[in-house]
């Protein structure tokens, strides 16, 4: 992460965060499926996403990776 991000501390019921996390893999899956798309023609089940080139479309599903498993990985275990 680079150093000029700030921390935003947020308190959110565990069912938001879900919510959250939920709509993120969706985001995550357009975006992997867009990039096949461009790699193979071939279109899925997922919506494509607008974007250049296959290896932008990886880079975005692998950036909201990192969000949702920084999200995960401050989940209280239960």
Known sequence: ???????????????????????LEV????WEA?????RTGEVGEYAIRECSDAEEAEWIAGHYREIADDIERQLPRI
Do not use: C, K, W
């Not at 501390?9 to 996390?21: A, E, F, K, T, Y």
């Open 1 to 23: 992460m680079p150093s000029s991000d700030t921390f935003v501390q947020l308190s959110l019921p565990r069912n938001h965060v879900g919510q959250i996390l939920d709509g």
């Open 27 to 30: 985001l995550i899956e357009q």
């Open 34 to 38: 867009t990039a096949r798309y461009f």
